[in-house]
């Protein structure tokens, strides 16, 4: 038995750190909710502690496999889907700081912290990767590779209350313009190649994020809801309507560890709505972010549900 978990250990995926960013962005979600609607602030914190006890213990056990399998690391640093992957744990750090803020300041500062520098290596390492690569082609593209630079548009989200505002201004300015030039990038590589592999279809829903995050961001830059911030939360939307009206393929495909991809996207435009309400007051923003509330809940639920049985059944941590 010590043999078969230390062999599976090898196959622990990075990736595994999107169900910390699917829980705590509907920590957060819950948040916005307990401020809009006087939701009981339990809800939220229950799942900001869930999200952060799995958090630790992710840490913990990637942790394990850097000492146990370097190779095996080293092997997802090299793939050209793997890697970006990496950030997520960066990300984490962001969102439970997101979650933690204006309750326990000193922590949430000391995330932030954290996962700047980290996500900064990550961002560098990742970009640094794709253009000086020898084994990338247009197949490996997907919205994943998002991750590593997008990630950046979450910095000012806390980094406006904790850091000179120049700090903000240069993560989001990475994330926006890099958003934009990948977001080219992947339009091309689904519109004119073959479809993505089931595996990673649940990857676009990532499409989402950054419109949705940006958003976010830019409100906390910016200070009040004018055109550019319009422009980024409507696009999120859209891409919403977009995927929503192609449900049936996504509820048709297998649960993977890459199905938690729908999570956090969504949590994000929930976010984003809420936030839309608070400045226009418009009824419309409210029911569309109690929709998404309740969609993503019931969605991070079901996924939760699931990877407990993938786990029990071993089908996880296992070698493609």
């Known amino acids: 038995m010590t043999d078969l978990n230390h062999a599976r250990l090898a196959h622990l995926p990075v990736s595994l750190f999107s169900i910390v960013m699917g829980t705590t962005g509907l920590a957060i979600a819950w948040k916005r909710a307990a401020h809009v609607l006087g939701a009981p602030d339990f809800v939220w914190q229950s799942i900001a502690l869930f999200a952060t006890a799995v958090f630790v213990l992710l840490l ?7 000492l146990r399998h370097r190779d095996a690391v080293i092997e997802e640093l090299r793939h050209p889907v793997r890697i970006n992957f990496f950030p997520t744990i960066s990300i984490s750090l962001f969102l439970l700081s997101i979650a ?23 961002t560098l390492m990742a970009m640094s990767s794709w253009i000086h690569h020898t ?3 247009i197949k490996h593209m997907n919205p994943a590779w ?3 630079v997008v990630g950046n548009l979450f910095v000012p989200i806390v980094g406006v209350s904790v850091a000179p505002a120049d700090v903000s201004w240069f993560f989001f300015s990475i994330g ?15 519109f004119f190649h073959a479809a993505l592999p089931d595996r990673l279809a649940p990857t676009l829903f990532i499409l989402i994020a950054p419109p949705a995050v940006g958003f976010v961001s830019w409100l906390a830059l910016a200070g009040n809801l004018d055109a550019f ?16 009206s192609n449900a049936l ?32 007051g418009t009824p419309f923003h409210l029911w569309v972010g109690i929709a998404l509330l309740m969609l993503v809940s019931a ?22």
């Open 229 to 244: 911030g319009r422009i980024l939360y409507n696009f999120g939307l859209f891409l919403t309507l977009l995927l929503a």
């Open 299 to 320: 969605l991070v639920l079901f996924l939760a549900v699931r990877t407990v049985l993938a786990v029990r059944a071993q089908s996880i941590c296992q070698p493609e």
């Open 146 to 148: 998002f991750i590593p």
């Open 135 to 137: 084994h990338y082609d």
């Open 249 to 280: 393929r996504f509820v048709r495909l297998p649960f993977f560890v890459s199905s938690w991809a729908y999570s956090f996207p969504l949590a994000a435009i929930t976010i984003a709505s809420f936030a839309m309400h608070a400045h226009t």
């Open 100 to 122: 933690a803020a204006g309750v326990l300041p000193a922590i949430s500062s000391a995330l932030w912290h954290v996962g700047v520098v980290i996500h900064l290596g990550f």
């Open 60 to 66: 913990g056990l990637y942790a394990s496999k850097i």
């Open 176 to 190: 926006i313009v890099f958003w934009l030039v990948l977001l080219t990038i992947v339009m091309n590589r689904l």
